[in-house]
């Protein structure tokens, strides 16, 4: 990253800027930074002037606590005011219900898009989402950073013995370390719904997208998300999974963001 801006608690959020044209900001998922969906601005980059950023905790950001979904606004207002305040924005996963959120309080975007935000619609979902949320915090609390995220992709669908696998590899000791923010995410997902009220007071047009090769869950939770915004939309693009292709999403988003 960069550039660095400060967002209202005083906390550095770290953005990187790309490309010419309207300005897109991308907003990330759990268990990740920028430069997750860096490959995406630089898809974007042909039409578009395409920030990644640090969401708090991550990367080159700062982390103040203490914690509220509020800040996590405060943080992506504090980028767009940054970058010339006024852009669309894009959030993937659980990075997508920040992005809701954000534009639901008043943010100024002009449009959403989202893909896969991972509202909850299979039956039961409400005492699962309740147990991860009790387990992930127990986990954090006493210090079992590996548990944390052990918990999570566990919730995510990854094989038992992936997950073993995982906690042998290089790549662990990074998820460790972003361990707190899963409590973030589980945050700004709230009850784990689809926060329809919440949707209803949306007053830009909304692009909720999910994968034909995911989970049917998934695209049902996009359905559902875009039939609850005054002006929701919904598309399913063929052949992909929650890991979606910047080649195959960003003309997409280029046709939704008007370029």
Do not use: C
């Not at 660095?4 to 800027?17: E, M, N, Q, V």
């Amino acid at each position: 990253m960069d550039n660095k801006t400060l967002s209202r608690d005083g906390t550095p959020i770290a953005y990187h800027r790309t490309g010419r044209g309207p300005v897109v900001v991308l907003v990330s998922g759990a268990m990740s930074t920028g430069a997750t969906v860096a490959p995406l601005a630089t898809a974007l980059s042909d039409r578009f002037s395409a920030v990644v950023y640090d969401r708090r905790g991550r990367g080159e950001s700062g982390d103040t606590a203490p914690y509220a979904v509020e800040r996590e606004v405060e943080d992506l207002a504090a980028v767009l005011d940054a970058v010339g305040g006024d852009a669309a924005l894009y959030g993937v996963s659980s990075g997508g219900a920040l992005a809701l959120r954000a534009a639901a309080g008043g943010l100024p975007a002009r449009r959403v898009a989202v893909y896969e935000p991972p509202f909850e619609v299979r039956e039961g979902h409400e005492r699962e989402h309740a147990a991860y949320s009790r387990g992930l915090a127990e986990a954090l609390a006493e210090g079992r950073r590996g548990d944390a995220v052990e918990l999570f992709l566990g919730v995510t669908g990854l094989a038992p013995q992936m997950i073993v696998n995982a906690r042998q590899s290089p790549m662990w000791p990074g998820l460790e370390a972003v361990a707190p923010t899963l409590a973030y995410d589980d945050a700004v997902m709230g009850d784990g719904t689809v926060p329809r009220d919440l949707l209803a007071s949306l007053r830009v047009p909304l692009l909720a997208l999910a994968g034909g090769a995911s989970p049917e869950w998934m695209r049902e939770a996009a359905r559902r998300a875009a039939a609850a915004a005054p002006e929701g939309a919904h598309r399913v693009l063929e052949g992909q999974t929650h890991a979606v292709e910047p080649e195959v999403l960003a003309p997409v988003l280029a046709e939704f963001y008007g370029a």
